[in-house]
């Protein structure tokens, strides 16, 4: 790929997963053989909580165009602003 040519975002989140992928393998490499427990609450809550601060962040902090990006009530969206201490 040329410098001057950016991968252009498929808008399918492959990316993401990609990401998400690297992160979960490099995670039970870490465990050394170690059986976790609520990997599935685990990795919720962590991507949650950087997905609300960043579209936060990226809304300035307006909650109504925040819960619009997101696709999700904006009741919804105080009370995982709460739970993950945004708010």
């Known amino acids: 790929m040329t410098a001057n ?15 998400v992928s ?6 039970f490499k870490q465990l050394d053989g170690e059986i976790p427990n ?11 909580s950087s997905l ?3 579209v936060m962040q990226q809304c300035n902090d307006n909650q109504t165009k ?3 990006m997101l696709g999700i009530n904006r009741g919804t969206l ?3 602003l709460k739970a993950h201490n945004l708010l």
Do not use: P, W
């Open 38 to 48: 609520d990997v599935y609450y685990m990795v919720l809550k962590e991507v949650e």
């Open 78 to 80: 105080r009370t995982k």
């Open 66 to 68: 925040a819960s619009e």
């Open 5 to 19: 040519k950016k991968k252009k975002f498929n808008g399918e989140g492959k990316q993401l997963s990609h990401q």
């Open 52 to 54: 609300l601060e960043i």
């Open 22 to 27: 690297k992160s979960m393998s490099n995670y």
